[in-house]
């Protein structure tokens, strides 16, 4: 079963740190471009990218919300994305969910996970 799995996430205080983590499962996770999006709650709202990373970890990039405060990071070896969080706020509160994509036509074009529930209390 080909798919990314998220895990991490929860409800935290304002100032504090969580992790996301997401593993891809039945396809080889070093062909894409991985990114994390999230969806604050409420009518409306649009799933917007938080950080993105390139297939052989050299390049980042971050919405300017979270520079300095949140890392994306990636281990081909195991798989697996990782998104560090610290100094997290309440407007951080969010469904987060990570995604894979590639240009390549010889692959499928893109996976996105389950997602996973970022509550920061103040």
């Known amino acids: 079963q080909v798919h990314l799995v998220q895990s991490g996430g929860g409800l935290v205080q304002s100032g504090g740190s969580l992790r996301l983590s997401c593993a891809a499962s039945?396809?080889?996770?070093?062909?894409?471009?991985m990114s994390w999006y999230r969806q604050a709650p409420g009518p409306g709202k649009e799933r917007d990218l938080v950080?993105?990373?390139?297939?052989?970890?050299?390049?980042?990039r971050y919405v300017d919300s979270v520079k300095g405060r949140f890392t994306i990071s990636r281990d081909n070896a195991k798989n697996t994305v990782y998104l560090q969080m610290n100094s997290l706020k309440p407007e951080d509160t969010a469904a987060y969910y990570c995604?894979?994509?590639?240009?390549?036509?010889?692959?499928?074009?893109?996976?996105w996970g389950q997602g996973t529930q970022v509550t920061v209390s103040s």
């Open positions: 039945g396809f080889t996770l070093s062909l894409y471009t």
């Open positions: 995604y894979a994509f590639t240009p390549n036509p010889n692959y499928p074009k893109d996976y």
């Open positions: 950080a993105a990373i390139s297939s052989a970890g050299d390049t980042t």
